[in-house]
Every structure is written in structure tokens, then in C-alpha cells.
């Protein structure tokens, strides 16, 4: 934990947004190898989110939101593709997700956050989606991290990446209403995540 700590120190520290870009996956990576068990096995990705809300709050990483942003702000969009903009994604959810936290505590409900249950708490910064996996013939459900303001595109770009989808043009986000598949676009308001 030490490591990461001293990682995301380093991060705030930097000024240009691609040495902070390293430094965040410098950190992504040091969680994987961290939280690897002895038989080979890492985290799986829907396992992550989790993992990172925790250690950004176990580090005390308050300038988390600031950093992303300027990190999203500043660098170029096709350096944002794949991986970097995926884990950097993980980031500002993993922010949203504790600043829900701290409103809700604030307001005096009881929060807790139940990782084990499989199931992310109900904020707009994660969303589940249902992918068919046409080699094995099975249905893989997947968490994804997603930003306020979110496009289709980016959820079909973020999937396309968790799945190894190759050929991500070819999908979209549809809805099943009486049978009939209805693509789906993604819009915020008041703070909630809603499909029109």
C-alpha cells in the first residue's frame, strides 16, 4: 500500500499529464501484482473498481478528482483508447463512488459499501451490462466504470476493450422492449444515469 501511496504522491507532483498518465498505471499496475494470489490468479476486472475505491481511500488520494480531469482535459484522445483511458475511467468512478459515500454519511444514513455481494452500489458512476459470448455460447455480465456525460460510443468502446471485442463498430447498447431491440442512448441528468 505503501508503494501505491507513494505512486499517487508522484502523480500529483508531476506536470505533464502524460507522466501522470504513467504514474496512474504505474499504480494500476503495482494493485494487480499486489493483489495477485500465490496460485497465479489476478483480480479480475469487474473486481477492480472495488479494489480501487478502497485503496484510493486507504491512501488518502483527495486530489484524485482534480488529476483525472486534468489528465482527461490534456491529453491527446487517442492516447485515452484502450487500456489508459479504461483504467483512468476506474479512477474518476472510483472517486464518484466515495463521494456518494461521503454525502450519504453526511445526511445521516448508514453507508456501507457491500463488495462482497457482487454488486456495485447504485451511483452512475459504474454500469452492468450483459454481453453474449459467441464463442462459448454463454452470457457474460461485465461492470464498467463510466464518466457524467458518457456517450454510447465511449460504453461501446470501454466494452469493446473488457470483452476483446475486435470488431466494436458491429455492436451497440440495445434495449429489449416487447421483443423488439431499441439502440439505447446514455444521458445524465440530475445526476442520475438515464437510457432514452
Same mark, same amino acid.
Given at each position: 500500500?505503501?508503494?501505491?501511496?507513494?505512486?499517487?504522491?508522484?502523480?500529483?507532483?508531476?506536470?505533464?499529464?502524460?507522466?501522470?498518465?504513467?504514474?496512474?498505471?504505474?499504480?494500476?499496475?503495482?494493485?494487480?501484482?499486489?493483489?495477485?494470489?500465490? &496460485?497465479?490468479?489476478?483480480?479480475?476486472?469487474?473486481?477492480?473498481?472495488? +479494489?480501487? +475505491?478502497?485503496?484510493v481511500a486507504h491512501c488518502g488520494f483527495i486530489g484524485a478528482e482534480i488529476e483525472a480531469e486534468y489528465m482527461w482535459g490534456l491529453l491527446q484522445p487517442s492516447l485515452l483508447s484502450g487500456e489508459a483511458g479504461y483504467y483512468l475511467?476506474?479512477?474518476?468512478?472510483? +472517486?464518484?463512488?466515495?463521494? &456518494?459515500?461521503?454525502l450519504s454519511e453526511q445526511e445521516g444514513g448508514t453507508s456501507t459499501l457491500d463488495w462482497d455481494s457482487s454488486t456495485m452500489p447504485n451511483c452512475s458512476s459504474v454500469l452492468r451490462v450483459i454481453i453474449p459470448d459467441e464463442y462459448n455460447g454463454s452470457i457474460q455480465t461485465r461492470t464498467l466504470p463510466i464518466r457524467p456525460h458518457t456517450t454510447t460510443k465511449e460504453v461501446c468502446r470501454i466494452i469493446a476493450h473488457k470483452a476483446r471485442i475486435t470488431n466494436a463498430q458491429d455492436y451497440g447498447l440495445f434495449k429489449l422492449i416487447d421483443g423488439e431491440g431499441r439502440e439505447q442512448t446514455i444521458r445524465y441528468h440530475g445526476g442520475e444515469m438515464n437510457f432514452l
Open positions: 500500500m505503501r508503494q501505491i501511496a507513494t505512486l499517487f504522491v508522484r502523480l500529483q507532483e508531476a506536470e505533464l499529464p502524460l507522466a501522470k498518465l504513467d504514474l496512474l498505471l504505474a499504480a494500476v499496475s503495482t494493485i494487480f501484482e499486489a493483489t495477485t494470489c500465490c &496460485n497465479g490468479q489476478q483480480l479480475s476486472a469487474d473486481d477492480f473498481l472495488p +479494489v480501487l +475505491v478502497m485503496v475511467t476506474a479512477l474518476c468512478s472510483a +472517486v464518484h463512488v466515495l463521494k &456518494n459515500f461521503s
